[in-house]
């Protein structure tokens, strides 16, 4: 056990307990100080690639993994617009996630209705997500709204988030994209936890195996394993399906379009909206 871990648990203790308050000693101030700037100092120093992306290989990385954050965030404010703007504020920031040195430093928080019965759940902001500060703005996100608009939402009418809020960064990395590590969504956990809590949708939908794992804890899990079932987070069901980038490599495959479409059936049969027979009807066999 770390130092740091040490601490976390000792703390947690003492919340336990009912303490609300702890008091630091200058020394102890100095070396939290120090972390920070520590933190700060490894993300600014990666060298920047001439698109603006940040260069930094993540196996080149010396650094040790940031720890898990055990953290129950802190939204500030009444309303839910305003808790999550209090998140997203604390997110662009997050030491955590950007003392691994494999993210990159910009931060792309989710998009919606802070209210909103259905949230969907991806993995990580791409290269257009990341240049628009918007998450599934690019084709993976356009076949997202072409599967919402079929079921009869609009993108502004659901609550749309990535477990990891940064881009993973790769080495001498111009478009391309890749998924987060296990590390990288845990070191961003505390920010789904807490807009969940905030936009308490009816139900969640995790887009792909990655998102999945993140947030179920599972380990090598196919989707086709996951699918087709109720899960739970934080007391939410939730149900697991394919990435919308995966129909799109596997565009002629109407099968696939259907498994995925079953998935949005179940989730529309959940929130009891109308189901028309055309609906019913997408993407079966004749
Ligand atoms: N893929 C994701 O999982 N999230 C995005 O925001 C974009 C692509």
């Known amino acids: 056990m770390t130092p740091v871990h040490s601490l976390i648990e000792y703390l947690q203790q003492l919340a336990r307990h009912g303490e609300r308050h702890i008091r630091l000693d200058e020394q102890a101030k100095e070396i939290l100080r120090e972390r920070i700037r520590r933190g700060k100092r490894t993300v600014n120093a990666a060298p920047r690639h001439p698109t603006g992306a940040k260069a930094t290989d993540i196996h080149s990385s010396k650094r040790q993994p940031a720890e898990a954050p055990l953290v129950k965030l802190k939204a500030e404010g009444g309303s839910a617009i305003e808790k999550l703007t209090s998140l997203r504020m604390q997110a662009e920031t997050w030491e955590p996630a950007l003392s691994l040195s494999s993210l990159r430093d910009t931060m792309v928080f989710a998009t919606g209705n802070p209210e909103a019965d259905l949230m969907l759940v991806g993995e990580a902001p791409g290269y257009e997500e990341e240049r628009r500060g918007l998450p599934f703005v690019g084709k993976a996100g356009q076949k997202l709204d072409q599967i919402l608009m079929a079921m009869g939402f609009s993108r502004e009418s659901v609550y749309i988030s990535n477990i990891c809020k940064f881009r993973p960064a ?109 609906q019913r009807a997408f993407f079966a066999k004749k």
Request: hydrophobic residues 35%.
């Open 170 to 278: 790769l080495k001498n990395q111009t478009t391309n994209n890749r998924k987060p590590t296990p590390l990288e969504m845990q070191a961003c956990l505390p920010f789904v936890r807490a807009e969940i809590e905030i936009v308490r949708p009816k139900c969640i939908v995790a887009l792909g195996g990655t998102a999945a794992e993140g947030l179920l804890n599972y380990e090598n899990q196919p989707v086709g394993r996951m699918r087709e079932r109720w899960h739970e987070f934080e007391g939410i069901p939730l149900r697991v399906t394919y990435h919308p980038s995966y129909l799109l490599h596997n565009d002629s495959a109407v099968t696939e379009k259907r498994k995925v479409w079953e998935d949005m059936l179940s989730v529309m049969e959940f929130l009891e909206m109308p189901i028309s027979q055309k």
